[in-house]
């Protein structure tokens, strides 16, 4: 079945850029999107269609993509954005959505 | 206020059978495909099955074909999940997610709190 991978873990100091990767062999046809979960709470989409910010998601937060790998940054990290990040696609059929492992964001 | 708010979780044995409810409001929720999704305790997210917006397009992951069924009511605003033959591995908060893509699976900008279900004897 498909997968995406990304680290487990990944942290900044307050005010440092957080970059999170995801890879997938289906990326370069497929959009990646990427969510925030604080602990208790539902996911929160904060990126689409790899570079597209969602309404009241604050500029920090950028997606880009190349070949099988995209990237969620974080710039002027804050200790607001500790939480864990999922990226999320499609297979290349499309019928079936895919969660990457998720990466727990530690601020410093 | 545009929600999702799942019902219908709890404790169930293995084997046994549960149905989950999500009731939809502030927006046309006939006009927008639908997913579940679920998230076993302290892991990730998992997506579970989708629906179109008519209903005539369904879609599951592999783990719970031929014992889930998803279903929606657009007159009374609602999805379901029908969750026979539980196993302990279905153990997990199952949330309802609006999905914004046309006509495939595509990504969820709205989502229910969740309702939790454990599968235990």
């Known amino acids: 079945s498909y997968e995406l991978t990304q680290p487990p873990s990944v942290s900044a100091s307050p005010g440092q850029t957080a970059r999170i990767t995801c890879s997938g062999d289906a990326l370069p046809k497929q959009y990646a999107y990427w969510y925030q979960q604080k602990p208790g709470q539902a996911p929160v989409l904060v990126i689409y269609k790899d570079s597209e910010r969602p309404s009241g998601i604050p500029e920090r937060f950028s997606g880009s993509s190349s070949g099988t790998t995209v990237t969620l940054t974080i710039s002027g990290v804050q200790a607001e954005d500790e939480a864990d990040y999922y990226c999320q696609s499609a297979d290349s059929s499309g019928t079936n959505a895919v969660f990457g492992g998720g990466t727990q964001l530690t601020v410093l | 206020e545009v929600q999702l708010v799942e019902s219908g979780g709890g404790l169930v044995q293995p084997g046994g059978s549960l149905r989950l409810s999500c009731a939809a409001s502030?927006?046309?929720?006939?006009?927008?495909?639908m997913n579940w999704v679920r998230q076993a305790p302290g892991k990730g997210l998992e997506w579970v099955s989708y629906?179109?917006?008519?209903?005539?397009?369904?879609y599951y992951t592999d783990s719970v074909k031929g014992r889930f069924t998803i279903s929606r009511d657009n007159a009374k605003n609602s999805l379901y999940l029908q969750m026979n033959s539980l196993r302990a591995e279905d153990t997990a908060v199952y949330y309802c997610?609006?999905?914004?893509?046309?006509?495939?699976?595509?990504?969820?900008?709205?989502w229910g709190r969740g309702t939790l279900v454990t599968v235990s004897s």
């Open positions: 502030g927006f046309t929720f006939s006009s927008y495909e």
């Open positions: 997610a609006r999905d914004m893509s046309i006509n495939s699976v595509g990504y969820f900008d709205l």
């Open positions: 629906i179109s917006s008519s209903g005539s397009t369904i």
